[in-house]
T-cell receptor
Framework: GDSVTQMEGPVTLSEEAFLTINCTYT??????LFWYVQYPGEGLQLLLK?????DKGSNKGFEATYRKETTSFHLEKGSVQVSDSAVYFC????????????FGKGTHLIIQP | GAVVSQHPSRVICKSGTSVKIECRSL??????MFWYRQFPKKSLMLMAT?????????EQGVEKDKFLINHASLTLSTLTVTSAHPEDSSFYIC?????????FGPGTRLTVL
């Protein structure tokens, strides 16, 4: 079946550091790929998505490129802020997001001032 | 973005009792909602897809008689954990689909004593 593997945290960085959170997947067909973010006490929020190979999703300074050849969707940000501290989930799903999603375990990101 | 609520946010119950969790889409109508379960330090796992006016579709390994899902209106889906046992203790999260995007509720922490 489908699966998502992402680096486990916590990941601790200083403010303004470069961020990479690795995500790889196995799937049948051609799923869409997502990054969700969960701030303390809140529900998951869609951060960005890509629906086909070589697409780049971007939002709030975060980027991820759908790499079919390496089955990866790594999340990057050039300069993190304390407010980026949260749990980040990589996920995949069919129907462009209309179907149920398969999630990774989540990566807890801590940004220190 | 669209708002999804869950009630209750936390519930503690005795073994053998049943617990109902509500998921509401507050500012949009959702013909499809999803129920996920999250174990500590593990990914969210899709339990079932709830469709308004029809029977839910359960993922493999999820007991449909144990986890009853009702989606009686376009803004409300309920998950009832019947005859709950300590192994049912978990974090239950719902999402509601609006077009091709899922919006997540904040989750319900269930503890079965």
């Amino acid at each position: 079946g489908d699966s998502v593997t992402q680096m486990e945290g916590p990941v601790t960085l200083s403010e303004e550091a470069f961020l990479t959170i690795n995500c790889t997947y196995t799937a049948t067909g051609y799923p869409s790929l997502f990054w969700y973010v969960q701030y303390p006490g809140e529900g998951l929020q869609l951060l960005l998505k890509a629906t086909k190979a070589d697409d780049k999703g971007s939002n709030k300074g975060f980027e991820a490129t759908y790499r079919k050849e390496t089955t990866s969707f790594h999340l990057e940000k050039g300069s993190v802020q304390v407010s980026d501290s949260a749990v980040y989930f990589c996920a995949l799903g069919g129907g462009g997001g209309a179907d149920g999603l398969t999630f990774g375990k989540g990566t807890h990101l801590i940004i220190q001032p | 973005g669209a708002v999804v609520s869950q009630h209750p946010s936390r519930v503690i119950c005795k073994s053998g009792t049943s617990v109902k969790i509500e998921c509401r889409s507050l500012d949009f109508q959702a013909t499809t909602m999803f129920w996920y379960r999250q174990f500590p330090k593990k990914s969210l796992m899709l339990m079932a897809t709830s469709n308004e006016g029809s029977k839910a579709t359960y993922e493999q390994g999820v007991e449909k008689d144990k986890f009853l899902i009702n989606h009686a209106s376009l803004t409300l889906s309920t998950l009832t954990v019947t005859s709950a046992h300590p192994e049912d203790s978990s974090f239950y999260i719902c999402s509601a689909r609006d077009l091709s995007e899922q919006f997540f509720g904040p989750g319900t922490r269930l503890t079965v004593l």
